[in-house]
């Protein structure tokens, strides 16, 4: 489900857009948003709608935990890609789920001519910590069909 008009995404988007994603800018290409769904002050299990702009993406990371961990996408509007290291990137639209076990680099975010949303859970664990590395190649990604 290709969209690439901000305004036709957005009546797509049932979780809606959020803010502008200023804290963990620095971790994407392009804008991505932010909208919490869950309180993490009232609720150990924290869930966000993280929108991507068309053609933005986050950096390669892995989800560390000593136990338990990972993160889990919900795919809700528009289209995107998830890719392991190592392996073939996955194309995502509604209703795709992706489970990403702790200790597994990789990367999500929109095609590069579509907006892309999904939910976010962050599955509770001990120890855990996220390692940002490297941003995705620009060639790299141009290669996704």
């Not at 136990?67 to 392996?87: F, M, P, R, V």
């Not at 789920?97 to 962050?122: L, M, T, Y």
Request: aromatic share 12%; net charge negative.
């Amino acid at each position: 489900m290709k969209i690439i008009e901000k305004a036709a995404f957005a009546k797509a988007d049932i979780f809606g857009i959020g803010e502008l994603n200023k804290a963990y800018a620095q971790y994407f290409i392009g804008n991505s948003f932010l909208k919490p769904l869950t309180d993490p002050t009232k609720i150990s299990l924290f869930l966000a709608n993280v929108t991507f702009e068309p053609g933005c993406r986050n950096n390669w990371h892995i989800h560390h935990a000593t136990q338990g961990g990972g993160q889990i996408l919900l795919c809700t509007a528009g289209s995107g890609w998830y890719q392991e290291e190592g392996k073939a990137a996955v194309s995502l639209e509604p209703g795709s789920v992706i489970v990403i076990p702790p200790e597994v680099k990789h990367w999500h975010g929109a095609k590069a001519d579509s907006w892309f949303s999904h939910i976010a859970i962050e599955v509770p664990g001990k120890n855990l910590r996220n390692e940002w590395c490297e941003p995705v190649s620009e060639e790299a990604y141009q290669q996704l069909k």
